[in-house]
């Protein structure tokens, strides 16, 4: 905690696998405090996104990174009442709901773990959250990005259960899904996350661990808050 200024961390690092529910508590966590929300995912989401859309082979490291270098990745607050958290623009483009699609899904978790494309893209997400008020989700926060964040959190849960709240998130936004197809895909982008050599996932040493297993969207929030406060 930075106690020299404040009471309340400036810096907050929520870090875990995929649907955690880092997203949903880190915007709710971000509202409450009046402090900017920047989930470092939609960054990864959007290279990966044009890069199958200009017909890069996601396999090639040096074309996409090289992409990932020249890109212009823009996150706004949301313009829209459509059940987006914020804008995502490249290159001036909204496709906010393009990077939530299933071939991004499939292919994002190639793309982060080329060395070009993290360089790229955590230098940016590192000068935005060293000017602090910020709520900072994703992977490697608390461990690469932003080491000295006051409050570092690692939000887990089983793949199952995971698979089951992204499942009913696509639904209930009138969506159409299958939750196997969706438990293989994060149980692959978990192993690959986890496995890659830079910045893999993993909870910081000083990371408080919050497993949501047994516990609601709700009951998560307040034990947030309470390390928060
Ligand atoms: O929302 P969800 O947990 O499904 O994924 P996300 O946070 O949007 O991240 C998508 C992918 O981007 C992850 O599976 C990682 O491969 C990558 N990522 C990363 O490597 N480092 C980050 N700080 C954030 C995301």
């Known amino acids: 905690m930075n106690k020299v200024t404040s009471q309340i961390p400036s ?3 929520i870090d875990g696998p ?3 529910g880092k997203s949903t508590i880190g915007l709710r966590l971000a509202k409450t405090l009046g402090y900017l929300f920047f989930d470092t995912g939609v ?3 959007a290279i990966t ?6 017909g890069i082979d996601i396999h090639d490291e040096a074309a996409v990174s090289a992409l990932a270098e020249e890109t212009q990745i823009d996150v706004a607050p949301a313009s829209k009442p459509d059940g987006r958290a914020c804008d995502v623009l490249v290159n001036g483009q909204d496709i906010t ?3 939530r699609s299933r071939s991004v899904d499939a292919n ?3 793309v982060a773990a080329y060395g070009g494309v993290r360089r790229a893209l955590s230098q940016q997400q590192r000068r935005v959250g060293q000017r602090g008020n910020i709520v900072m989700v994703g992977r490697d926060i608390g461990t690469v990005v932003l080491p000295e964040a006051d409050l570092k959190i690692y939000l887990d849960a089983t793949a199952e259960e995971r698979a089951r709240r992204r499942y009913d998130e696509i639904i209930a936004r009138g969506g159409k899904t299958d939750y196997d197809g969706i438990l293989k895909r994060v149980i692959e982008r978990d192993h690959i996350d986890s496995t890659r050599d830079m910045a893999p996932l993993k909870a910081a040493e000083d990371a408080v661990v919050l497993n949501s297993d047994q516990l609601n969207e709700d009951q998560v929030f307040e034990r947030v808050l309470a390390l928060v406060k």
């Open 11 to 13: 810096i907050i690092a």
């Open 18 to 20: 995929a649907a955690s």
């Open 43 to 45: 960054m990864y989401r």
């Open 49 to 54: 996104w044009l890069a199958l859309q200009r």
């Open 97 to 99: 709901w393009e990077v």
């Open 108 to 110: 994002v978790s190639i």
